[in-house]
């Protein structure tokens, strides 16, 4: 068995759509970056590769100008990592993940997500589970600036 962890943050940006977890959420902005700018997925990736000892997504998936990841859906970017872990003959154990946003709630949203994530990377919904919190207004995310994302990956 091997864990890792990732981490993301994005701010937000008043011309795009808000994508978490690989779905859509509803809401009057979305976040800044590169790709699709999914905070959550990014995170996943980075604690998937992490444990593998497979460096992270900036590594594979470089954010330089007019690339062929720019603009790209974070789910190809994730089914790709879980490409890589079982050409190394890992498999997935489950995987825990945190999103803080102080808006919008993201609750409701949660079993769309991990439906849409179990789906993608080709695993059980009961091997993923994600949490949404809130900072209590304090820094960049009480703000509403930004979403930051943690995960931790356990693969076999």
Same mark, same amino acid.
């Given at each position: 068995?091997?864990?890792?962890?990732?981490?993301?943050?994005?701010? /937000?940006?008043?011309?795009?759509?808000?994508?978490?977890?690989?779905?859509?959420?509803?809401?009057?902005?979305?976040?800044?970056?590169?790709?699709?700018?999914?905070?959550?997925?990014?995170?996943?990736?980075?604690?998937?590769?992490?444990?593998?000892?497979?460096?992270?997504?900036? /590594?594979?998936?470089?954010?330089?100008?007019?690339?062929?990841?720019?603009? =790209?859906?974070?789910?190809?970017?994730?089914?790709?990592?879980?490409?890589?872990?079982?050409?190394?003959?890992?498999?997935?154990?489950?995987?825990?993940?945190? =999103?803080?946003?102080?808006?919008?709630?993201?609750?409701?949203? =949660?079993?769309?997500?991990?439906?849409?994530?179990?789906?993608?990377?080709?695993?059980?919904?009961?091997?993923?589970?994600?949490?949404?919190?809130?900072?209590?207004?304090?820094?960049?995310?009480?703000?509403?600036?930004? =979403?930051?994302?943690?995960?931790?990956?356990?693969?076999?």
């Amino acid at each position: 068995m091997r864990i890792g962890f990732g981490y993301d943050v994005h701010q /937000f940006s008043p011309d795009r759509k808000l994508w978490l977890g690989g779905i859509e959420v509803p809401c009057e902005r979305g976040l800044q970056g590169h790709s699709d700018a999914d905070v959550a997925i990014h995170a996943l990736c980075d604690a998937l590769l992490g444990a593998a000892a497979l460096r992270d997504i900036g /590594f594979h998936f470089p954010d330089t100008k007019g690339n062929e990841y720019e603009g =790209i859906d974070s789910k190809i970017l994730l089914r790709r990592v879980m490409e890589m872990l079982r050409k190394e003959g890992y498999e997935l154990g489950n995987c825990d993940l945190t =999103i803080c946003a102080q808006a919008p709630k993201l609750n409701p949203h =949660i079993p769309a997500m991990q439906a849409c994530l179990a789906e993608v990377m080709d695993v059980n919904t009961n091997q993923i589970n994600i949490k949404a919190t809130t900072t209590e207004h304090l820094g960049f995310v009480g703000r509403e600036e930004g =979403i930051a994302a943690y995960a931790v990956a356990l693969i076999n």
